[in-house]
């Protein structure tokens, strides 16, 4: 899609000016005049964005890697900065700031890397289905189906820690709409036992290693000839 | 090094001095979205160009013959044919629509009377042969002119048939489709100097296909991590050497570059060379990954340098050494202030490309507002460039641009607020021995020649 910039308004020039100062605070991190809020400030509003791009790329059915992964290790960065006093090994809340009222930002490092890690391996999942195409459907029973994005899912599920998972029904649910009598089918494995058990109760039974040593010596007598077939040969195995 | 804007170009010398020659595509302000082109790609002669589209189409452009009654037509470019390439499909399995986009155009030498080219989508790769036809055969015995097929039984007599003139007709059609050996979406192409294998690449792997092929690629890299969670970089470009067919490079969004050699292994995840400059502290931000990543990586003609492009320069780096670049030129610095701006409206995951000129001694790639950039890499000059329709009279010289980064801003200077940041030129090519140029700025390809040419 195209790009939203756009020739930039008269009245656009104060937010131009305040987004310039924060800017430049990120280029001069020594700066004096910083107060301790300001930093907080900027960070959670580029947080917001962050988190907001990032919704967006998952949501695409098929999301542009490079970008989620782009964004994705900003908003880390970002958090990183936000939490100076733990290193990225999950904080429960990112330290307060004036914004975090809106359940789409209490999400914790653990929770947003999960349900990520959790939509990248259904990616990766959705590529082993499809360099597989023998039948998985005989999985057979319903569950939730997988499509693109789902349709009813908010912004608020993909940051749930349980939920992020599109596939946490396993693999069952892809195939629920797939008529998968075909493979249900009995003709072939029976079939070709059948055919098999044929010719091993004829000839191939004195090699057949399951006889116990009354049979043996049973046939060993038909085969001298010294007696008579008194009961037909028992069922193969 | 170079640095943002610059002077006139007087005539003489080395510098260029660049007129206009042609554009081609719809004057309309509205834009189909499927006319905007997304790439742009001269043969090994220059005498034929090709542009890719949303719309999967593909467009050659060849040069005219000089004409001598014609002196200043100078090898005008005209349409010579036309095709779809790439058709919109639908992944059932994975409920995904494959857009048929041509990412990549790339050009196989010419070894007879017929062109090719591989073209591909986020997806496929495909080969077109295009070919003349300008005989055809008349007097068959079979069949008759208008092709109804005679009763072999009423023929009494057997002619030889002829071959008469006919209007021109080029034909396109598709030789090979190399298909179903990307997960993720194909970013580059590149054939090999053996004229027998190319690669491609995409997020994540690399393939190495024979152009005879078709049910079989080699991966030959593979970035994938075990568990997904673990993904931080992502392939970004790749290319192979231009003399060396045992040779490839490729780059990753964290703005590393690796070059791989084939010989050394049959799965090139380890590298024989790893080029990365360090980050310069002074100017860490949370977006100096996202500005690092680099969307572009190209050989010189010469295969001793190769250039990488970022969002914000160009690098060359001296195959040799893999410390740092040996040369650093500034695109637009003047948008460094504005990173979260551009990141606010995604600009600043645009994917610029770049270019050499045919002897290795300029380097040009394009930037914001229509504006593209020239580095000669002798005389340390560059400029700023407009491909635009107010610049497009006849032969009229192309003037230099000059962005007003602060203070006064003096007359025939833009600044940086004024930048229409719609207008990007993501894809420019540089003909293989002339100094001719073309410039695709959205839906339109400009063609500039060099008056000194």
Known sequence: MLSKGLKRKREEEEEEKESLAVDAWWLDPGHPAVAQASPAVASSSLFDLSVLKLHHSLRQSEPDLRHLVLVVNTLRRIQASMAPTAALPPVPNPPAAPSMDDNLLASSDAALSASMASLLEDLSQIEGLSQAPQPLADEGPPGRTIGGAPPGLGALDLLGPATGCLLDDGLEGLFEDIDTSMYDSELWAPASEGLKSGPEDGPAKEEAPELDEAELDYLMDVLVGTQALERPPGPGR | ?453
Request: net charge negative.
């Open chain 2, 1 to 453: 090094m170079a640095g943002a804007g610059g002077g006139g170009c007087p005539a003489g010398g080395n510098d260029f001095q660049w007129c206009f020659s042609q554009v081609k595509g719809a004057i309309d302000e509205d834009v189909a979205e499927a006319d905007i082109i997304s790439t742009v790609e001269f043969n090994y002669s220059g005498d034929l160009l090709a542009t890719g589209d949303k719309g999967g189409r593909v467009v050659i452009f060849q040069r005219e013959q000089e004409n001598k009654s014609r002196p200043h037509s100078r090898g005008e470019y005209n349409v010579y044919s036309t095709f779809q390439s790439h058709e919109p499909e639908f992944d059932y399995l994975k409920s995904l629509e494959i857009e048929e986009k041509i990412n990549k155009i790339r050009w196989l030498p010419q070894q007879n009377a017929a062109h090719f080219l591989l073209s591909t989508n986020d997806k496929t790769i495909k080969l077109w042969k295009i070919s003349e036809r300008d005989k055809r055969a008349e007097g068959y015995n079979l069949k008759d002119e208008d092709g109804r097929l005679r009763d072999p039984f009423r023929i009494t007599a057997l002619r030889v048939p002829i071959l008469k003139p006919m209007d021109l007709m080029v034909e396109a059609s598709p030789r090979r489709i190399f298909a179903n050996a990307h997960t993720y979406h194909i970013n580059s192409i590149s054939v090999n100097s053996d004229h027998e294998t190319y690669l491609s690449a995409d997020d994540l792997r690399i393939n190495l296909w024979h152009l005879e092929i078709t049910d079989r690629s080699f991966n030959i890299v593979d970035i994938k991590p075990a568990n997904m969670e673990e993904l931080t970089e992502v392939i970004t470009a790749a290319e192979f050497h231009p003399h060396q067919c045992n040779v490839f490079v490729y780059s990753s969004s964290k703005g590393t570059i690796r070059l791989c050699d084939m010989r050394s292994s049959a799965l090139c995840d380890r590298h024989s060379k790893f080029f990365e400059e360090p980050e310069d502290p002074s100017s860490r931000s949370f977006f100096s990954e996202i500005i690092s990543s680099i969307s572009d990586v190209k050989f010189s003609h010469s295969g001793r340098y190769m250039m990488t492009r970022d969002y914000l320069s160009v690098k060359v780096w001296d195959l040799n050494m893999e410390s740092r670049p040996v040369e650093t030129h500034q695109v637009h610095e003047y948008l460094r202030s504005k990173l979260c701006s551009l990141y606010e409206n995604d600009c600043i995951f645009d994917k610029f490309e770049c270019c050499w000129n045919g002897s290795d001694s300029a380097i040009m790639t394009g930037s914001y507002n229509n504006f593209f950039r020239m580095f000669d890499r002798n005389t340390r000059r560059d400029v700023t460039l407009e491909a635009s329709r107010e610049n497009s009279k006849p032969r009229a010289s192309l003037k230099p641009r000059k962005v007003c980064t602060g203070g006064k801003r003096k007359k025939d200077e833009i600044s940086v607020d004024s930048l229409d940041f719609n207008k990007k030129i993501l894809h420019t090519a540089w003909h293989p021995v002339e100094n001719i140029i073309a410039v695709a700025a959205t839906n339109n390809l400009y063609i500039f020649q060099d008056k000194i040419n």
